[in-house]
C-alpha cells in the first residue's frame, strides 16, 4: 500500500479531508515526526503538535476536534516513522532548503522539535543539550543538560512566556542556564 493510500484512509478514518491531513504530514515530516507546526481551518487554523501529549490549535475551546487532531496527529507520526522520505518539505530549486526560516544559529543542525507563536519561537536540540529561543529578533541559547524536553506551553499577554515538560516536571525557560 501507497503512502498516498495510506493518508487517504487515513483522512477518512478521522473525517478529514485528503489536503488537511496531507498538509499535516508535511509538518510532522519537517518536525522529523516530533513535532509539527500547521495552519489548516479543518484543524482547527493554526496549531503545534509536539509528540508526547502537547497540542495547541486556533479553536483552543473546541475540545472534541483537539482530540481528533490529536489522535491525527500520532497516527501521521507513526506512518511517518515508517516512511520519513515520503514527508519531507519541498525543496527550492537549487535543492537547498529555505533558509529565511532557520533563525537558530546553523552549527545547532536540524531540531528535534521547533514552534512558536506571534513573535516567540523556540527550537530544541535533544542531541547537544541546547534550546534556541527567539524573541523578536533576539536569539537566546539554553543549556538543557539534565532534561528529557517532551512538550511546550507558551503563555500569550503581556509578556509571552516559555515552560517545557520534562521527566522532572514542568521547566521555565528562564530557569535555565544561559550559553554563552
Known amino acids: 500500500m ?3 493510500t495510506q493518508l487517504n484512509a487515513i483522512a477518512d478514518k478521522h473525517g478529514f ?7 499535516l504530514y508535511t509538518a510532522i515530516g519537517a518536525g522529523k515526526g516530533n513535532s509539527a507546526q500547521f495552519s489548516h481551518p479543518e484543524l482547527g487554523g493554526m496549531g503545534q503538535w509536539m509528540r508526547g501529549g502537547t497540542l495547541m490549535i486556533g479553536e483552543m475551546s473546541n475540545q472534541a476536534l483537539k482530540s481528533r487532531v490529536d489522535a491525527l496527529s500520532n497516527e501521521l507520526a507513526a506512518l511517518y516513522a515508517e516512511a520519513p522520505a515520503t514527508a519531507q518539505p519541498a525543496q527550492s530549486t537549487t535543492g537547498k532548503q529555505d533558509s529565511a526560516a532557520q533563525w537558530w544559529p546553523a552549527k545547532l543542525g536540524t531540531p ?7 513573535s516567540l519561537h523556540y527550537a530544541y536540540f535533544a542531541q547537544s543539550n541546547r534550546l ?3 524573541d ?3 536569539v537566546t541559547l539554553y543549556d538543557t543538560t539534565g532534561y528529557q524536553i517532551g512538550g511546550v506551553s507558551q503563555q500569550q499577554g503581556r509578556e509571552q512566556t516559555l515552560q517545557f515538560s520534562s521527566q522532572k ?5 528562564a530557569s535555565l542556564p544561559v550559553v554563552v
Do not use: Y
Not at 17 to 23: E, N, P, Y
Open 112 to 118: 528535534s522539535a521547533s514552534g512558536g507563536q506571534n
Open 136 to 138: 523578536g529578533k533576539r
Open 169 to 173: 516536571g514542568t521547566v521555565p525557560v
Open 17 to 23: 479531508s485528503q489536503a488537511a491531513v496531507r498538509q
Open 132 to 134: 534556541a529561543v527567539q
Open 2 to 4: 501507497t503512502v498516498e
